[in-house]
């Protein structure tokens, strides 16, 4: 066994959970009252948690559930231009069938 899985094995993986965890519902409740981060982490660091602005920015945003718009009705494209209308275009006209004269 090499010497990292010797070492490995002695001990636990770290949780990777956030000091920020245990708080995410108080903090949007927060930040959906109208505080700023900075006033949040503030309050934060009055009960000895100590994290910056950016810290808490990056947290919510990470466990921020995506919130998918949603879907506008599907407009019905036409595929075949009508042919009882020809199709106009500034500075010239388009013709669909054009006259073996103006081929050569």
Do not use: C
Request: charged residues 30%.
């Amino acid at each position: 066994m090499s010497e990292l899985l010797r070492l490995a094995a002695a001990s636990q993986p770290k949780n990777r959970n956030s000091v920020l965890d245990p708080y995410l519902d108080e903090i949007r409740d927060l930040q959906e009252q109208g505080y700023s981060l900075e006033q949040i982490r503030g309050f934060l660091a009055q009960m000895d948690i100590t994290v910056s602005r950016q810290t808490i920015h990056d947290f919510i945003k990470r466990r921020e559930t995506v919130k998918q718009k949603p879907k506008a009705p599907e407009k019905e494209i036409k595929t075949q231009p009508n042919p009882e209308k020809p199709l106009e275009f500034k500075g010239f006209n388009y013709n669909p069938i054009p006259n073996k004269e103006d081929l050569y």
